[in-house]
C-alpha cells in the first residue's frame, strides 16, 4: 500500500515537472544586409523614381552589369529635363539602419549624362536571401542638386549623414558650391530627415530662373509680310539674384526684328542678343518682341535662350531655352 502511494507521488512528481519546463525556441536570424560591393553592382536592384525636375531615367527592376545600367538615347522636348546615358552606382556604405542588429547596405546611385541625378538608397535581404529596397534616403532635387558620392556615413545608432550642395559642376566647372551636412533617420517605414539645415542659403554664385513662352501669333499685312509678337516670360525661382538678363535669338529663314522698340541688339553668328532688366527677385518678368516672316517663307522655329548678365550659373540648366513656331 505504502509503495504504490510512493509510485504515485513520484509519477505526480515527474508530471508536474515535465509540464513546468520551459520551452526553448530558436531566434528568428535576422537577414544580413551586408551586401558586397561586387555581387550590388552585378545585381537586379529595385531602383525608387527619379525626382521629376531632374535628368530622367527607368526606375523599378533594373539589371546592372559591373555596377552601371547603359541607356539608349532619348530626345526630350526642349526645356525638359534631359534622358540619361547611364545609371551608375557611385559608391557604397554600410550600417545598420532600421535596428534589427545588422547591417544594411548604403549606395548613391547616378542616373547621369555628363552630370545628372542622384539618390542615396538604403538595400536589405529578405528572409529568402533576396536584395530588397529599403528606402531613398534622399536625392536631387528642388535646391539640392548635388550629393558627394562618398559622403554617407551610417552612425551607431542609425543616423545616416550626407553632405548635399547646391549646384552640380560638370567638365571644367569651377562655380562655387554651398555643402551642407544633412542627418535622415528610418522611421515608420521611410527615411525622414532628422538634423542639419533643410534649407539652401541664397549664394551668389548659383542662381535658379525658368524661360517659359506663350508663344506667337502672325497676321498678314498688305505688304507680303505676316507680323506678331513674341512674348517670353523668365521666373526667378531661388538663388542669387540676376539684375540683368541676355536673350539670345536665333531666327528661322526669313524672319526678322520688326519695329522700333527693341533694346540694344548686338550680333552673335546667326542671331543676336539683347540684355533686359531681370525679374524681380522671386517673381516673374514678361518680355514681348515684335517680329515679321515673308509671306513666302518656309515654316520654322525660332529659339530664345536666356542666362543672368553677367553670368550666374544656374542650379538647372535646361529649363532656359524656348522654341517658337513661324
Not at 36 to 64: C, E, H, K, M, Y
Not at 166 to 184: F, M, S, V
Not at 253 to 275: I, L, N, Q, Y
Not at 305 to 315: F, Q, T, V, W
Request: glycine fraction near 10%; charge should be negative; charged fraction near 20%.
Amino acid at each position: 500500500m505504502l509503495a504504490a502511494f510512493l509510485t504515485a507521488l513520484a509519477l505526480s512528481a515527474a508530471s508536474v515537472s515535465a509540464v513546468s519546463a520551459p520551452v526553448v525556441t530558436a531566434p528568428t536570424p535576422v537577414p544580413n544586409g551586408h551586401i558586397d560591393a561586387a555581387t550590388l553592382r552585378n545585381a537586379t536592384l529595385d531602383i525608387p523614381a527619379w525626382p521629376a525636375d531632374n535628368v530622367q531615367g527607368p526606375s523599378g527592376a533594373l539589371r546592372f552589369r559591373d555596377g552601371e545600367v547603359v541607356l539608349d538615347e532619348q530626345q526630350v522636348p526642349s526645356g525638359q529635363p534631359p534622358h540619361a546615358a547611364v545609371i551608375l552606382i557611385l559608391s557604397v556604405t554600410y550600417g545598420d539602419v532600421d535596428g534589427d542588429g545588422s547591417d544594411e547596405t548604403i549606395a548613391v546611385v547616378g542616373c547621369l549624362i555628363e552630370g545628372g541625378a542622384k539618390q542615396v538608397i538604403a538595400f536589405d535581404r529578405d528572409a529568402s536571401g533576396k536584395i530588397v529596397t529599403l528606402g531613398r534616403i534622399t536625392g536631387t532635387t528642388g535646391t539640392v542638386r548635388d550629393i558627394r558620392d562618398d559622403s554617407p556615413r551610417v552612425a551607431r545608432d542609425g543616423l545616416v549623414t550626407v553632405r548635399v550642395g547646391d549646384y552640380q559642376r560638370c567638365c571644367a566647372d569651377r562655380t562655387p558650391q554651398i555643402w551642407q551636412k544633412r542627418g535622415y533617420r528610418w522611421r515608420n517605414g521611410a527615411f525622414e530627415q532628422v538634423s542639419g539645415p533643410t534649407r539652401m542659403p541664397a549664394g551668389t554664385h548659383v542662381t535658379e530662373t525658368r524661360l517659359t513662352t506663350s508663344g506667337v501669333k502672325l497676321t498678314t499685312g498688305d505688304d507680303g509680310y505676316r507680323y506678331g509678337t513674341l512674348s517670353v516670360q523668365v521666373e526667378h525661382l531661388w538663388g542669387a539674384h540676376p539684375e540683368k538678363l541676355a536673350l539670345s535669338f536665333g531666327l528661322p529663314a526669313g524672319v526678322e526684328r520688326s519695329g522700333s522698340g527693341w533694346p540694344a541688339v548686338t550680333k552673335a553668328g546667326d542671331g543676336f542678343t539683347v540684355t533686359v532688366d531681370g525679374p524681380p527677385a522671386g517673381a516673374t518678368a514678361t518680355y514681348r518682341f515684335a517680329f515679321r516672316q515673308r509671306n513666302v517663307t518656309t515654316p520654322g522655329e525660332l529659339t530664345v535662350d536666356e542666362s543672368a548678365s553677367p553670368l550666374i550659373s544656374e542650379a538647372i540648366p535646361w529649363n532656359n531655352t524656348v522654341t517658337a513656331k513661324f
